[in-house]
């Protein structure tokens, strides 16, 4: 089955008590049970509803994977992986991640005794010189978050199996549609939901993807005991969400390349990320684990001072200063100051997040009006 029949069929049957296409909301905390302990299947809704039951089949079939969940957040997937872990071990991920991960494993695992390396993954190799005793679990993004750097998903997965390591990759970036981890090695593929799955900047969710049996069932137990599960009605969004989204990312990605090409020939932009650009680290790679470069774009203001880079952000019409990504609306993101503000200002700027730094998710609206409300801003 293509993808685009995937996104609008898979895990979804008729309503069989009324025959309903779209997946019913099941509104509903408990179940019925005949006796203590028959039940259909669904006894109370943190372990099991039948419309997130839907979701997670569809998500898994996306990412062509065997088992899917979903979390009340992307941050709650994330928690779900970090669990997998004891005190003592130690995770080696990127120094180009995203403020909210970055602030859950210094601020919060790391009180309880999980080490983190923060290492440059432009070269999959750097990962070989961290990997000790104590070594769990590699944990990647790429594209990352704001300087889509590119991260080798295959040579990740060649180290992790070496070694007997779990590798999990944020694959929000890219979203299913544009690059798929499971298939490259990875053990664990983690979405925002919210972002491009969802796409439509209504709904909170967070999403894993795995093969491995054991794998899913230890995933599953979390999810389960400690609660971060979604409401029927934020997985109906994200199910019907998901039925646009080849469309939706074929025009995020036409858009963004058109956009890409035009602040790179600005004279008020002194650098552009966006892996699309041939001269862009590791475009190869993105060429070869991408079937497209997205429409997630970031900047650097030539010669722009913190007031300057300030008054450009909020100078937009049709670009909206906003947290998030991935919606259908075009969104300009502050990254030093928002989305990675809990980074510290070395480390930040170490990873390219300098203050004149801003961050583009490029929606679908008219070529046209957002190249005109670029220019309106920036200059012709």
């Given at each position: 089955m293509k993808f685009a029949t995937k996104a609008i069929h898979a895990g979804q049957e008729p309503d069989p008590?009324?025959?309903?296409?779209?997946?019913?909301?099941?509104?509903?905390?408990?179940?019925?049970?005949?006796?203590?302990?028959?039940?259909?299947?669904?006894?109370?809704?943190?372990?099991?509803?039948?419309?997130?039951?839907?979701?997670?089949?569809?998500?898994?079939?996306?990412?062509?994977?065997?088992?899917?969940?979903?979390?009340?957040?992307?941050?709650?997937?994330?928690?779900a992986v970090v669990k997998l872990l004891k005190p003592g071990d130690e995770v080696i991920t990127g120094n180009d991640l995203y403020g909210g991960t970055y602030r859950m494993f210094t601020k919060i695992f790391a009180n309880y005794g999980i080490k983190f390396h923060f290492i440059d993954l432009n070269n999959a190799q750097n990962i070989i010189a961290s990997i000790n005793a104590n070594t769990k679990l590699i944990w990647i993004e790429t594209p990352t978050n704001p300087t889509m750097q590119i991260v080798d998903i295959a040579a990740c997965a060649a180290i992790a199996n070496a070694h007997h390591l779990i590798l999990g990759v944020d694959n929000t970036f890219a979203s299913p549609y544009l690059q798929n981890p499971l298939d490259l090695g990875a053990h664990i593929v983690m979405h925002s939901a919210t972002k491009y799955m969802g796409g439509h900047s209504d709904v909170i969710m967070g999403a894993l993807i795995v093969n491995d049996d054991s794998l899913f069932e230890q995933l599953a137990f979390i999810n389960n005991s400690c609660g971060a599960t979604p409401g029927p009605q934020d997985c109906f969004l994200v199910l019907r969400g998901l039925k646009t989204l080849h469309l939706r990312m074929k025009a995020h990605c036409?858009?963004?390349?058109?956009?890409?090409?035009?602040?790179?020939?600005?004279?008020?932009?002194?650098?552009?990320?966006?892996?699309?650009?041939?001269?862009?680290?590791?475009?190869?790679?993105?060429?070869?684990?991408?079937?497209?470069?997205?429409?997630?774009?970031?900047?650097?203001?030539?010669?722009?001072?913190?007031?300057d880079t300030f008054k450009i952000a909020s100078g937009f019409k049709v670009f909206t200063l906003a947290e998030s990504l991935g919606g259908v609306e075009s969104l300009i993101n502050h990254p030093a100051t928002m989305t990675h503000a809990s980074i510290p200002k070395a480390e930040r700027e170490a990873a390219g997040v300098v203050d004149s730094l801003l961050r583009l998710s490029v929606g679908v609206e008219d070529i046209d009006d957002l190249v005109e409300d670029i220019l309106n801003v920036l200059g012709k």
């Open positions: 008590t009324t025959g309903a296409v779209m997946t019913p909301i099941y509104q509903t905390s408990t179940f019925w049970q005949a006796s203590p302990g028959k039940h259909q299947g669904y006894a109370y809704a943190r372990g099991k509803n039948p419309t997130r039951d839907a979701l997670q089949k569809c998500i898994a079939a996306l990412e062509n994977g065997k088992h899917g969940l979903c979390f009340s957040s992307g941050m709650g997937a994330i928690d036409e858009n963004g390349k058109v956009i890409a090409h035009l602040l790179a020939n600005h004279p008020k932009i002194e650098k552009v990320y966006w892996p699309g650009f041939e001269n862009h680290p590791n475009h190869d790679i993105a060429k070869r684990q991408m079937s497209d470069f997205g429409g997630m774009i970031s900047i650097v203001l030539k010669n722009a001072s913190l007031e």
